[in-house]
């Protein structure tokens, strides 16, 4: 079993910033992909920023040039820099982490999300 909490969000003032952190806890020991998604209300999640062993850093275009990821893989971690934020970042914000365990087994858990409003 491997659960993910977020922490880190809050309500700030458009051009503000924020410092997302996802810690996993359980069996996952091999980290391949780490990733943050966002769901606003109405609207299908979607991808912010991913990050894996393998391959380049992705962004959704919408966030390029103001969030960075971030991640520790030997503690489990992942962050999620956002600066000059705007309103339309405004989201529920959700971490998960692809891995697999000491024998061998996947999961791709995800987060319970954390709250992120970006209002004057």
């Known amino acids: 079993q491997v659960q993910l909490v977020e922490s880190g969000g809050g309500l700030v003032q458009p051009g503000g910033s924020l410092r997302l952190s996802c810690a996993a806890s359980?069996?996952?020991?091999?980290?391949?992909?780490m990733g943050w998604y966002r769901q606003a209300p109405g609207k299908e999640r979607e991808l912010v920023a991913r990050i894996t062993r393998v391959g380049p850093t992705n962004y959704a275009d919408s966030v390029k040039g103001r969030f960075t990821i971030s991640g520790d893989s030997a503690k489990k971690t992942v962050y999620l820099q956002m600066n000059s934020l705007k309103p339309e970042d405004t989201a529920v914000y959700y971490c998960?982490?692809?891995?697999?365990?000491?024998?061998?087994?996947?999961?791709?858990?995800w987060g319970q999300g954390t709250q992120v409003t970006v209002s004057s």
């Open positions: 998960s982490i692809v891995g697999s365990g000491a024998t061998g087994q996947w999961y791709h858990p």
């Open positions: 359980g069996s996952i020991f091999n980290i391949v992909t």
